[in-house]
């Protein structure tokens, strides 16, 4: 067909069909010069047209929005050469040994692609680790020690630093100058075998080995030796002002030992036989806060007590009796008697750093047969060696300019000591100063030269903490900063091979049988059992020459004294720049981030002191003969009336951010009896308010439990005895059916766990209260630090928590008067945590789903669709949900770990870090369910008991806390509560019925119900 | 709908107004200059809202860890500001779709500004709302949206989703019913409208009104089915809010009185707000004829009987914790009255119990003073209600060791205050801009053309020879 269209043309061009023309046809303005023929370029907008330019416009606006939204790069550069033993999101686990001065723990260290991330017990000796050793992790990353080895000051490098130091020795030695290695007591034998060798080239040179927490006179009154105490042998306990279980010795074993005998068993043929624990003392310690019976002393009155105590057993076995002055001192008698009875387990401890005390209290041990049970025999406990005489000669030395030059070894007496200030003044006169701590401390400030040691992770060691046992480190990581272990300075400066690892290995090898390899088996377990290499005979003591002494220098008074004690987290100060330590609420006051001054409630009265209100207290001024310090006050209910007590630890000035100017320094405070350094002061002792207003940061203010049984369940033994489940509270309710117990009546159809249904005991008879959960928790859920004006706001983070509660004489009708504490209260420690409820009210109440309930009875939060409306921990009864108020990583107002890289390598891999506004809780270790669930599903089998286990329950010294899946009927959770369901289980206020998966175990005391009774009567009589 | 007015009844509007004073006295304020004391208390609103911005801005910056809250009082100034401001915000509804219904003809000349006040109000809540979320800006969360993340849904059982659910729809019926009475008058302004721009605005948002018969048949139409609507959201959003504490476990909230006890005091508050903003209007827009005595004393009474039930569900939860004999909920109880909240206890008593008692007399209820001064203090006392509830029974629950206090910080007392700064930049505006009162509907209940006077024509007329287009309108009515 023809095509009869019209057509039209656009030009002449078109219809001559001209090249040009068609070359242009489809464009929109057919004869614009193409780009082609300029040569432009749209982008340099030489030659675009509007199209392009939209273009241009167009990818420009989506550039910039996408570039503006792109989040921040952070590379992660793979292994080029991967590490044999390294596998990426695979743990490593290390034998080592936790040592700092005299405390020494054996480890296990838990690495992740090459970093230490966890701390536990190694099982081979003893899995009781403290607080501080949980915490020593992170002394590892801190980026504040020092980062080279430093002359006057100034970063050098090693060999110029061994050169002048080994110059500056052998002048000094070739002019016959003393040399003196000063330290804390080194429990590693080859280390004290470098020293040896230090000496041997340096003839003229002395270790001299002090204590800040020194024990001194225990050792002389015992033949230069601790004894090797074994609590778990002792039927009845009397310690005289030692807190074995928080600070003294070895608390961690200590408490594992004391815990053995406080193991109750509901079942018929169970255990109901408890040890009865007395504790006479000034402060009230953890010690104190978990004995059956307390009294307190003031501290002139310590000799006394434990002289009356001795005649009162005396008396009772037929020993000659001995004439001391009297004391009026409760219990004493009474503890007496308990003592004899139980003759051949029982223990008397004393905390006294007085010779002659100790004395008396070695003699009361032998009239008990203590030795050989209670007291194990031929075997010694390493970890104090210090003498406190020898430092104070030393420092005379120093101060009439005999010294020619000084090392001190790890430690810093000029903070530390009681005459450090003496000390610290007069280091000027010595020509050759060194310093191996790890920072420029106190001491190390005033030193030429600082040649920093590595941190204990980064070390090769060995350690003996009883003798024995040896325990050996291992690096877990090569040195972080250009630190040299002290042991390798040593080497050097002696002229021999710096090669510490191999001094070790060569020791070990020759002294294992078995050489090279049993040194290497050694190393991977960690642990070696020997023959004690010491002996030990039941000392010999002057007991009247100790007697004459304690009557001269004991003196009942009605003047105020100081006592000087140490708290369970801070320790002697030395962790003092960890901030998981500054964060520890210490076990009784539940204050940290400071030292305060703590008087009984009689004494602030007398002193004209108000009662502190919530976290608000007064400061003031504690002086004596001159010196004085100033800080805030607190109450502490079951101190000694006319004393005050503060913590040492603190007031440190070269530690770094998080120890600098918080607290006061109380070591200038000791004073000295017999030459030993006492941890008191009955001098002139002035308390007196300033006028200035001050908070002490804490994390409970209300001590009392408000006589809610559903909260806290306690009972006698004797009563236990008849009943099993006397103390316990189980409310019921009147329905059309009868009564019922109130947890039967339930509006909810409950949860169906078909798997595994994990659960919680926890046994509020065996806690201490010590926090080495707390802290255990902390590093292993990247819990963050928040300092000391958020836990002033109350908005600290632990997901575990110790709730502590004193008992109140008040009646239960009484509300005002049940908010006060008694004078010398019973406690009781709460550990509190998430509590997995089956029926659980904060999953009801969340908007968004961000805090579901598992398969497997977790009460999970999914940190990522939480919105922050805090509903959940509105609604939570126990109070366990933790906001993040603010973001506490990477912030400068939270300057701790999480503000800088190498704090941050402490960060468990294994947690989420939580971001800002978002809820957060305990997740009962969810991480490690799902890693056990993982390795058993690998080798096809289901998780074994004890295979799956929270940290707080792994780290507990008592092992109150019992972990494990309630659907496994062999599962040791299983078989506890199958028994204490009808004994001493119970729920924390269950019968709001919200069925919580975890079990507390009732308080059972060893005490007598009319004493119970009658005490709180005398005391209320003395109240009103 | 008949405006019938009982010829016993006192004139609802006094001064002898014709149709034509009407429309001059209300719209004198819109198509004025504004006032020297608009300007005043416009740039005191303005100045309060950029202080309260940067407050705002800063929390949300920064956290609201700058909030005094803590690990055991959770919420505190922002729920209770959040529930406040609900409460407040139902008056309007109440008196535009109740009394509406219950043909109550004196609220015609507040309900224009109870309604305004009503949305005013609960922005500021649902400013609480996004304020106290840790993170704000996940807002949407909290909305059944499809998401990209499977069936990741909200959660129906918190009563916080019915709370997001109750305050979005009262929002939005509120704004639609507001909005739709404004409609008339939006016209009037229009046909009077000297200038381009305001020819053009008010033509744009008064949709072409004409004024048609039919017009004005369908507006009665919608209005009644929005007042339907609306009647029970009156009863449902603070019963709603109510059940965030009702449904909980915590000593003090949980309890069933909640939802009758909270709309009482919901209502009782707004009653409170819309006569302090009243009698605020009255003197500085000169509208004495039109909101009378009568208004105030009407007002006055309701707020005698809401915040008597309110003081009876008072002692009836003191009376429940003492006889239920739980420990928790007795000790709760105890503490409020005698424990370290006990200032705001008493705060809350004295103001929401015994104040409004003084209403019995009628000299007071007349008062104008009086009035004034007892509806802040009611307010006060409705926002001390709230802390009390919130924080004296978080403060101290079940475990004695988690027992803290609370205190503000400047940013709680900054957040607080740029509600109100909100509240009252949006308030002026709108009594800038929008007539303050419903002209059409004040017309209508007008004695001068009620039913009493049957002479239409003659009424007819004299509107024609005032304003022809009003009277049209009313007569239409």
């Avoid at chain 1, 307190?296 to 076995?317: D, I, M, R, W």
């Avoid at chain 1, 009484?814 to 550990?831: C, H, M, W």
């Avoid at chain 2, 920064?62 to 401001?85: H, M, P, R, S």
């Avoid at chain 2, 008056?91 to 006040?117: C, D, P």
Wanted: charged share 20%; aromatic share 10%; glycine share 8%.
């Amino acid at each position: 067909m023809e095509n009869t269209k019209k057509r039209y043309w656009r030009g002449i061009e078109e219809l001559k069909n001209e090249p040009d023309f068609v070359k242009n046809a489809h464009r929109e303005f057919g004869d614009a010069p193409s780009a082609d023929a300029k040569g432009g370029e749209i982008f340099d907008g030489t030659d675009s047209n509007r199209r392009d330019f939209l273009k241009v416009l167009g990818f420009g606006v989506s550039a910039v929005s996408l570039a503006a939204c792109q989040a921040p790069v952070k590379n992660t550069i793979p292994y080029l050469n991967k590490p044999d033993d390294v596998e990426p999101t695979i743990a490593n686990w290390y034998a080592s040994t936790y040592i700092d001065g005299g405390d020494c723990s054996p480890i296990l260290v838990k690495t992740r692609e090459g970093r230490p991330v966890k701390i536990e017990g190694n099982g081979v000796f003893n899995t009781a680790l403290s607080a501080r050793v949980h915490a020593s992790l992170l002394s590892l990353y801190d980026n504040e020690k020092l980062k080279s080895p430093q002359i006057a000051g100034k970063p050098a490098d090693w060999k110029a630093v061994d050169g002048e130091i080994m110059a500056g020795l052998a002048k000094i030695a070739a002019a016959g100058g003393q040399i003196r290695i000063v330290s804390n007591t080194i429990v590693s034998p080859t280390t004290k075998k470098v020293i040896g060798d230090f000496i041997s080239k340096y003839p003229t040179a002395k270790h001299i080995t002090y204590d800040a927490n020194s024990l001194s006179g225990l050792i002389t009154a015992n033949g230069g030796i601790l004894p090797n105490y074994n609590f778990a042998n002792a039927k009845t306990i009397v310690s005289v002002g030692a807190d074995f279980l928080g600070t003294w010795i070895s608390p961690a074993i200590f408490s594992s030992q004391w815990a053995k005998n406080r193991k109750l068993d509901s079942s018929k043929e169970g255990n109901k036989q408890m040890s009865r624990h007395y504790q006479f003392e000034t402060i009230m310690s953890t010690t104190g806060a978990n004995a059956d019976y307390r009294a307190t002393y003031k501290p002139s009155q310590e000799g006394l007590v434990v002289a009356a105590l001795y005649n009162a057993v005396a008396a009772k076995v037929g020993g000659t009796t001995i004439s001391s002055p009297a004391v009026k001192v409760e219990n004493i008698e009474k503890a007496a008697t308990d003592l004899v009875a139980s003759k051949g387990a029982s223990l008397v401890v004393s905390g006294s750093n007085d010779a002659e005390v100790q004395k008396v209290v070695v003699a009361i041990n032998s009239l008990l047969g203590a030795y050989g049970s209670t007291i194990t025999s031929g075997s010694s406990l390493n970890y104090r060696q210090g003498d406190d005489a020898s430092m104070s000669s030393f420092i005379s030395e120093v101060k009439s300019g005999q010294v020619g030059a000084v090392i001190f070894y790890n430690a810093n007496p000029v903070y530390n000591h009681p005459k450090g200030a003496e000390l610290g003044e007069a280091l000027s006169k010595v020509a050759l100063t060194i310093s191996t701590n790890d920072r420029a401390d106190e001491t190390g400030i005033l030193c030429k030269y600082n040649t920093p040691d590595s941190h204990y992770l980064e070390s090769w060691n060995d350690a003996e903490p009883q003798s024995g046992t040896y325990s050996f480190s291992q690096p877990t990581i090569s040195t972080i900063f250009l630190t040299r272990q002290a042991q390798s300075s040593l080497l050097k400066w002696a002229g021999q091979n710096a090669d510490y690892a191999a001094y070790l290995a060569a020791n070990w090898s020759s002294k294992l049988s078995g050489g090279y390899s049993a040194w290497s088996k050694a190393l991977n377990d960690g642990v070696v059992q020997m023959t004690p290499s010491s002996s030990f005979n039941v000392p010999q003591t002057g007991l009247q020459d100790a007697i004459a002494s304690i009557a001269k220098n004991y003196k009942s008074s009605d003047k105020l004294e100081l006592a000087i004690y140490e708290k369970v987290g801070m320790g002697t100060g030395s962790q003092a720049n960890n901030p998981w330590l500054q964060e520890f609420p210490e076990p009784v006051s539940k204050a940290c981030w400071a030292n305060y001054a703590t008087v009984s409630l009689a004494t602030a009265k007398k002193l004209g002191l108000a009662q502190e209100v919530e976290l608000d207290t007064l400061e003031v001024e504690v002086s004596i003969d001159g010196k004085s310090v100033k800080l805030p006050f607190l109450v502490q209910p079951g101190q000694a009336d006319d004393t005050v007590a503060i913590a040492i630890g603190y007031g440190r000035t070269k530690a770094g951010k998080s120890a600098d100017g918080v607290g006061v320094n109380i070591y200038p405070f000791a004073s000295f009896v017999n030459g030993n350094i006492s941890f008191s002061n009955v001098g002139n002792v002035q308390v007196k308010a300033t006028g200035e207003q001050a908070q002490i940061a804490r994390t409970q203010t209300h001590n009392t439990v408000m006589a809610r049984e559903a909260v806290v369940q306690e009972t006698v033994l004797s009563e236990y005895q008849k009943n099993v489940k006397a103390g316990r509270y189980e409310p019921t309710i009147l329905t059309a059916e009868g009564k019922k117990s109130a947890m039967d009546v339930s509006l909810w159809n409950g949860h169906k766990y078909n798997n595994h249904h994990w659960g919680m005991v926890i046994d509020l008879n065996s806690c201490t209260g010590c926090g080495s959960c707390v802290v255990s928790c902390t590093s292993e859920n990247n819990v963050p630090v928040v300092g000391r004006q958020e836990v002033i706001n109350r908005r600290e983070m632990h997901w575990l928590r110790i709730d502590r509660y004193y008992s109140s004489d008040a009646q239960a009708e009484d509300l005002s008067g049940l908010e006060k504490a008694s004078a010398n209260p019973e406690v009781v420690f709460q550990p509190m945590l998430c509590q997995h409820c089956n029926n659980a009210p904060c999953e009801t109440v969340c908007p968004v789903l961000a805090t579901t309930h598992s398969t497997e009875g977790l009460n999970q939060m999914t940190y990522n669709r939480c919105i922050g409306t805090r509903y959940c921990a509105n609604n939570c009864p126990y109070k366990v949900r933790r906001f993040n108020w603010f973001r506490y990583f990477q912030t400068d107002d939270f300057d701790f770990n999480l503000n800088n890289d190498l704090g941050r390598m402490v960060l468990n891999p294994d947690v989420t870090v939580r971001s800002r506004g978002v809820m957060e809780k305990c997740s009962f270790c969810v991480q490690r369910i799902q890693a056990g669930k993982l390795e058993a599903k690998k080798e096809k089998r289901r998780p074994k008991d004890g295979e799956i286990i929270t940290a707080c329950a792994q780290s507990c010294p008592t092992n109150a806390i019992t972990f494990g899946d309630k659907n496994d009927p062999e599962s040791a959770i299983s078989k506890i509560l199958a028994i204490e369901k009808e004994g001493r289980a119970f729920g924390v206020i269950e019968e709001i019925n919200v069925s919580p998966n975890i079990s507390y175990l009732v308080k059972v005391r060893n005490k007598d119900r009319a004493a119970v009774k009658e005490e709180a009567k005398v005391e209320h009589k003395e109240h009103s | 709908m008949s405006h019938v007015v009982s010829p016993i009844r006192e004139k609802l509007v006094s001064g002898g107004k014709s149709y034509h004073d009407v429309t001059q006295d209300i719209c004198r304020q819109v198509e004025g200059a504004p006032t020297k004391e608009w300007k005043i208390a416009f740039g005191i609103s303005c100045v309060i809202f950029t202080y309260g911005a940067y407050c705002l801005g800063y929390t949300w910056w920064q956290g609201i860890g700058v909030w005094g809250l803590n690990k055991t009082v959770g919420w505190a100034w922002d729920i209770t500001n959040f529930v406040w401001w609900v409460g407040i915000g139902h008056a309007g509804t109440l008196i535009s779709a109740v009394l509406l219904l219950f043909r109550q003809k004196w609220r015609t000349s507040i309900n224009r500004s109870a309604e305004a006040m009503t949305i005013f109000a609960v922005l500021c809540a649902a400013s609480f709302i996004l304020a106290h979320m840790g993170r704000p800006w996940l807002f949407h969360w909290a909305l059944p949206l499809p998401n990209t993340f499977g069936s990741l849904w909200v959660n129906f059982n918190s009563p916080l989703v019915w709370d997001v659910f109750a305050i979005s729809t009262y929002l939005s019926v509120s704004l639609v019913f507001w909005y739709m009475g404004l409609v008339p008058d939006l016209a009037t302004i229009r046909d009077r409208a000297q200038t381009k721009a305001s020819k053009f605005w008010y033509g744009l948002f008064s949709l072409g009104w004409t004024g048609s018969a039919k017009t004005w048949a369908r507006y009665e139409y919608v209005s009644l089915i929005l007042a339907g609507i609306s009647t029970p959201l009156v009863l449902s959003v603070h019963t709603i809010v109510s059940m965030d504490f009702a449904t909980s476990v915590i000593p003090g909230w949980h309890t069933t009185i909640f939802p009758p006890y909270f709309v009482a005091g919901a209502i009782f508050s707004g009653f409170a707000m819309v006569q302090t903003l009243l009698l605020v209007t009255r003197v500085t827009f000169k509208l004495e004829d039109y909101i009378t005595i009568e208004h105030i004393e009407m007002m006055n009474i309701v707020i005698t009987v809401t915040g008597s039930i309110v003081g009876i569900a008072y002692l009836t939860e003191f009376f429940i914790a003492w006889y239920s004999g739980v420990e928790y909920e007795s000790y709760c109880f105890v503490n409020r009255a005698t424990g370290p909240y006990w200032w705001a206890y008493w705060m809350m008593m004295t103001c929401n119990v015994i104040s409004p008692q003084v209403f019995w007399f009628k000299k007071v209820r007349q008062s104008i003073l009086l009035s004034f001064v007892i509806s802040v203090v009611v307010n006060i006392g409705m926002w001390f209600e709230r802390f009390v509830i919130i924080v004296s029974s978080l403060h101290r629950d079940y475990l004695p060791s988690s027992w803290a206090m609370f205190s503000p910080t400047r940013y709680d007392i900054g957040d607080y205050l740029f509600s109100f700064g909100l509240f009252f930049t949006l308030f002026f505006l709108f009594a800038k801009f929008l007539p303050v009162i419903n002209m059409f509907e004040v017309k209508a209940v007008m004695k001068g053309v009620s039913t009493k006077y049957p002479k239409k024509q003659v009424a007819h007329k004299q509107i024609e020879k005032e304003d022809t287009k009003i009277g049209e309108e009313v007569s239409e009515s």
